[in-house]
């Protein structure tokens, strides 16, 4: 019986987003400030986020750090991000329609790739690549991956994810 070994991220310190082009380019112009979920994916305080931007551009343009997180009732959320959501109040209410809990992942030190990354390169560099319908977390191997693809230092980012404690090794039959 062959057997794979595959590491598996458990501790989220780099969440890969797929953004649809218009709040990416308010990320990258710096209007946007503050992206909007739903669910609360794990990311805290100096976490970092990869911005792959969807359809029809199919890129992974650039990085930002987790400045904060913030948690309110949607009504709430409002008063906090309304000027760095990129949104207008209708699309806001409309976005969080139906949910209690509403949560902003402040960012801050946005850099665009020295080399975005296209979608085509990506599948032909990362066996079984597909961009995320919302986010994913990365190992440290496709963050050094993705900084070769990209011709960008991921020094910074590397080293905050050294020792990966919460890393584990799962064998694959």
């Not at 990209?150 to 694959?172: F, G």
Request: glycine share 6%; net charge positive.
């Amino acid at each position: 019986m062959n057997s794979k070994s595959i590491k598996v991220s458990s501790d989220g310190y780099v969440l890969l987003l797929s953004l649809q082009p218009r709040y990416a380019e308010l990320i990258f112009n710096g209007t946007k400030k503050a992206e909007l979920r739903r669910i609360r994916p794990r990311v805290d305080r100096g976490d970092f986020l990869f911005i792959y931007v969807s359809s029809p551009e199919k890129i992974l343009l650039g990085s930002c750090e987790v400045q904060k997180v913030t948690q309110s009732s949607p009504n709430n959320l409002w008063t906090y991000v309304n000027k760095d959501s990129g949104l207008k109040k209708a699309e806001f209410l409309e976005y969080f329609d139906g949910a209690s809990t509403g949560y902003a992942i402040f960012i801050q030190n946005v850099q665009k790739f020295n080399q975005p990354i296209k979608l085509a390169r990506l599948q032909q560099e990362w066996d079984g690549f597909h961009p995320p319908q919302s986010y994913r977390y990365l190992t440290i191997e496709e963050v050094d991956s993705i900084g070769i693809m990209a011709e960008h230092d991921m020094t910074n980012i590397s080293m905050r994810l050294q020792p990966r404690a919460k890393q584990v090794e799962l064998n694959i039959c």
